[in-house]
Nanobody, 125 residues
Framework: QLQLVESGGGLVQPGGSLRLSCAAS????????IGWFRQAPGKEREGISC????????NYADSVKGRFTISRDNAKNTVYLQMNSLKPEDTAVYYC??????????????????WGQGTQVTVSS
């Protein structure tokens, strides 16, 4: 079964940037739609971005639109989330999730049946 591995989290100052990666362990992400979610302490999990199987459809939550960019490199078997102009309120554990043959783009968690372990992003001075 596909296993997802997130990486790229860390501590960054406000206004800084990070790039998160979502890769498949011992398998391929080709043919899977991907969503990025985050969960801050004491808050519900929030869908923030998604990309369709083909990469032709993307979407963003209003809270990150214009600052975050999702992309996929099927040759490298990786989906990226480029995060710019980070704010303290972006602090959370970030998760990628996958569903096979997801033609559309979804930022609702019940759509996805495969999840990574998460990577911590902390935005603080």
């Amino acid at each position: 079964q596909l296993q997802l591995v997130e990486s790229g989290g860390g501590l960054v100052q406000p206004g800084g940037s990070l790039r998160l990666s979502c890769a498949a362990s011992e398998s391929t992400l080709n043919g899977y739609g991907i969503g990025w979610f985050r969960q801050a302490p004491g808050k519900e999990r929030e869908g923030i971005s998604c990309i369709s199987t083909s990469g032709g459809i993307t979407n963003y939550a209003d809270s990150v639109k214009g600052r975050f960019t999702i992309s996929r490199d099927n040759a490298k078997n990786t989906v990226y989330l480029q995060m710019n102009s980070l704010k303290p309120e972006d602090t959370a554990v970030y998760y990628c999730a996958a569903r096979r043959q997801l033609v559309m783009c979804a930022m609702t968690d019940y759509v996805y049946n495969l999840w990574g372990q998460g990577t911590q992003v902390t935005v603080s001075s």
